[in-house]
């Protein structure tokens, strides 16, 4: 095996030419929300089970065809009307899409939910921990029936911000990479400790030809030249 | 450490995103992980099993359920190699037992065990060396942000065990023919005086010791090394170095940096 660059982003290219990576959630956070929406789902059948229990057999038969429904399209309902985000997805930052990054219909929805009973063989979901053990893309059989994914919703980028400084000009020649990387320090300078910035900013002292070394509060400045300000 | 040789594409992940890339490191590692996994698992359960047919069954168990740390640390020193892709093989790791053992042998089996983030804290001691107060104070700065996640790792992990567990009984008894096993909990809750069905108990929980343990070793591995990324800026320091380097060897030296204008 080479080096290589080992993440758990899947690229996907808009028909605009525009390619957006989906990060994957993999089998901890998606247990975490299987186990939220089954607590939800549980606490409502209990619920409606004291209020059933006034009319006797009818309220029987009324709560076996609501856990009916509930079980089946609880999920699908959520994903198909609310952008693929169950309650306990959303608790845990995750939304289901097509493979393509598309929001989820009626099949595709239906389909990997339907395929949950597959994946839940032999007992406990066995299948389904397997399948997302052994699959690139963290998909179980239901999502690799629909062709569909989990991935977390985009990050808030509110914040991170660079800090307000005078604003300076960037040398020439910088590719994109670089210019990103120099905004990446100044956003998350606050989290540094005074060593490690001035540290990481020596690095960079070629970007002064007329000798000394460069200063953390230099490149946050030139962080806020690039960002316009 | 080589920053730059390093296997993973360092970045600020969220916690749960780092631990997701613990699966997926496992998965790259698995071939190399089998033979030496295999070489101390075998064994292991070979004793168990010679300790409970000789009628130590729960001491059997307890012993599996406790030594849990050292097989762990084998899974961490090869994780720690192969994120440099250097893949030891089992002689050497055989022969170097001192570089993964760990030192404080009682420590690690019955104190650390009670954390609830062990197999965040494990490179602490594992990787860096760090004991005692020191520990104590790397763990306090880990932990900041990251303790609940680490925490509900093991718990997560804890009941994985226990529905790996469940389904290869569900297994066995969709397999079996009726005669044998009227219904599922015959052979779930076998009668005490029943010793193939105590050997199955084992086995059981040994394969989803086998099969779980590496991932969350690795996943609590990514974990760490995403709160090292986050708290020293690796990824930062990985762009910086490449820069650095590309402008070293640029022709173009004329940036004229200080005489730039001052547009705020």
Not at chain 1, 2 to 16: C, F, H, I, M, W
Not at chain 1, 187 to 203: C, D, N, T, V
Not at chain 2, 158 to 181: D, S, V
């Amino acid at each position: 095996m080479d080096a290589y660059n080992l993440d758990s982003l899947n690229a996907v290219q808009t028909p605009e030419g525009i390619e957006i990576n989906l990060r994957l959630a993999g089998i901890w956070p998606r247990s975490v929300a299987w186990m939220i929406d089954t607590i939800i789902r549980g606490v409502i059948y209990f619920v409606l089970a004291l209020v059933v229990n006034q009319f006797g057999k009818f309220g029987t038969g009324l709560l076996l065809i609501s856990i009916f429904i509930m079980e089946w399209f609880y999920p699908v309902l959520f994903e198909v009307l609310n952008n693929g985000v169950t309650p306990g997805k959303k608790s845990l930052g995750l939304q289901v899409v097509n493979a393509d990054g598309t929001p989820i219909g009626w099949s595709s929805s239906m389909l990997r939910n339907i395929l949950r009973t597959v994946d839940f063989l032999p007992l406990f979901y066995g299948v389904g921990l397997i399948s997302m053990l052994m699959n690139d893309k963290f998909q179980r059989l239901g999502d690799l029936a629909a062709d569909t994914l989990v991935v977390y919703r985009q990050q808030n980028t509110s914040e991170s911000q660079i800090p307000e400084a005078p604003a300076l000009h960037l040398p020439p020649g910088l590719n994109l990479k670089e210019q990103q990387a120099i905004i990446t320090f100044a956003e998350r300078s606050s989290q540094l400790s005074e060593e490690r910035k001035e540290e990481l900013a020596g690095i960079l002292s070629q970007l002064k030809p007329a000798g000394g070394s460069m200063t953390a509060d230099e490149l946050i400045r030139l962080a806020n030249g690039l960002a316009g300000r | 450490m080589q920053l730059d040789q390093i296997n993973l594409n360092l970045r600020d992940r969220y916690p749960w995103e780092a631990m997701d890339l613990g699966i997926k490191l496992m998965r790259t590692m698995w071939p190399s992980l089998l033979v030496p996994w295999l070489l101390i698992m075998l064994p292991v359960l070979a004793c168990i099993l010679f300790l409970q047919l000789n009628g130590y069954i729960l001491t059997g168990l307890l012993l599996l359920w406790l030594c849990k740390p050292i097989y762990d640390s084998l899974v961490l020193h090869i994780l720690s190699r192969g994120i440099f892709s250097d893949y030891p093989g089992p002689v050497r790791i055989i022969k170097g037992w001192r570089q993964w053992l760990p030192t404080g042998i009682y420590s690690t089996i019955f104190i650390w065990r009670l954390s609830l983030a062990r197999s965040f804290n494990m490179p602490v001691h594992q990787l860096e060396g760090l004991k005692g107060n020191a520990r104590k104070q790397r763990l306090r700065i880990l932990h900041k942000k990251y303790a609940s996640h680490a925490n509900g790792l093991t718990i997560i992990c804890l009941h994985f065990e226990f529905l790996i567990n469940l389904t290869l009984y569900g297994l066995l008894f969709i397999l079996i023919p009726k005669e044998y096993a009227a219904s599922f909990m015959d052979i779930f809750t076998p009668a005490d005086s029943d010793i193939s069905g105590i050997i199955l108990n084992t086995v059981f929980y040994w394969l989803a010791i086998f099969i779980l343990e590496p991932f969350y070793v690795a996943s609590g591995f990514t974990l760490y090394l995403n709160r090292r990324t986050q708290l020293e800026a690796w990824d930062i320091e990985l762009a910086f170095r490449k820069m650095a380097q590309r402008l070293e060897h640029s022709k173009q030296h004329d940036i004229n940096y200080p005489d730039a204008e001052n547009i705020a």
